[in-house]
């Protein structure tokens, strides 16, 4: 009988991978240090046009390879063809690097030899926030924090560059939508699904000349993570608009021509439209993540929000004495992004 029945057995065969636009003298030395440690590299040009010639001093070392492409297309794309690049030729995992000095081969070495202990495991190599400059420091943590309040997810680098990612889930892992810096913010969202579990470990925090040679653009590319953090908040409104348009259709309905009671008209009126949202939020806007999205959730949560809200109007116009026109839409507005979060954290693992 086989000593390992009953166990997975996984090899982890590992190669770098660093996806590169307009790169300088710092890709060349991080290759070669690469290259002295004998670890097998690839580099995407993500379609540069200028110092080309520092690809062709990269490839010149011992393990190091090159591909690219003539068009910028992005980080994530560039990662997608590398992921592709690296399965084809028999690797199931890599470790991203990038290409700025922020990432030395001590902590890339560390980064695969955890990732050879957690096969399934993202491992993400997490920073120092105390030693980043402030907009960095400042725009990292805030990120952390809504990360955490939206997918109920604790991390403490949301924006490291340096993952040991393994392809267990190739497919989940080139079907990510994203093309940019916000594919990396994507694949944490789906990180249960395509993951068994997230590694962090510290590694060392390095701004070289305060991050000059990144070439994120803090406003633009800010918004697209931003985007993506909140990616189902735009067709959860449409999904709630949909149903207010509903509620007060019914509720009229059988006010004037069924039932001539306010009561019994409210009551049927949100149970039907409350009813066509709960299959729309769980069929369109949280679709193919709804295990946790069930009948008895929704209401359950429906009649919470609702004694939340008699609640705090009680407390902001009987006791705090505000106008009630005021506080109607200020409890409105806080309630509605509480069921928003809550919504969106079950159906993400």
Not at 14 to 36: F, G, H, R, T
Not at 139 to 157: A, V, W
Not at 258 to 276: D, E, H, L, N
Not at 303 to 330: M, Q, R, S, T, Y
Request: glycine share 6%.
């Amino acid at each position: 009988m086989s000593p390992f029945k009953g166990k997975e057995v996984t090899t982890v065969k590992c190669a770098v991978l660093i996806p590169c636009y307009e790169p300088d003298e710092k890709l060349k030395n991080l290759c070669m240090a690469l290259s002295a440690k004998g670890l097998y590299t690839l580099v995407v040009n993500d379609g540069s046009t200028k110092n080309l010639e520092i690809f062709d001093d990269c490839a010149k070392f011992n393990n190091i390879e090159v591909i690219g492409y003539a068009e910028n297309h992005g980080k994530g794309h560039a990662l997608k063809v590398g992921f592709e690049y690296l399965r084809s030729r028999g690797y199931n995992s890599c470790v991203t690097a990038d290409s700025d000095g922020q990432h030395t081969p001590e902590d890339i070495l560390r980064i695969m030899a955890e990732l050879e202990k957690n096969p399934k495991k993202l491992i993400l190599g997490v920073r120092d926030k105390s030693l980043m400059p402030p907009k960095s420091k400042i725009g990292n943590e805030m990120t952390c924090k809504l990360f955490r309040l939206l997918y109920g997810i604790r991390l403490s680098d949301t924006q490291t560059g340096l993952r040991g990612i393994p392809f267990s889930d190739f497919d989940g892992l080139m079907s990510i939508k994203s093309e940019r810096y916000e594919y990396e913010m994507e694949m944490l969202i789906d990180s249960g699904k395509l993951f068994s579990g997230i590694v962090e470990l510290p590694i060392e925090t390095i701004y070289i000349e305060d991050n000059r040679g990144s070439h994120f653009h803090p406003i633009k590319d800010g918004a697209k993570i931003y985007s993506v953090l909140f990616g189902k908040l735009p067709i959860f409104l449409v999904s709630s608009l949909i149903s207010f348009i509903l509620d007060y259709g019914l509720f009229n309905l059988f006010y004037y021509v069924i039932f001539k009671s306010s009561t019994v008209s409210t009551v049927i009126a949100r149970a039907i439209s409350g009813s066509a949202n709960f299959l729309i939020n769980r069929n369109v806007v949280f679709k193919g993540n709804n295990e946790k999205y069930t009948f008895w959730r929704y209401w359950t949560l429906a009649l919470c929000i609702l004694a939340a809200n008699l609640l705090l109007i009680k407390l902001l116009v009987d006791i705090a004495g505000l106008p009630a026109f005021f506080a109607k839409i200020i409890v409105e507005i806080i309630l509605y992004f509480v069921n928003f979060i809550i919504q969106n954290r079950w159906t993400h693992k």
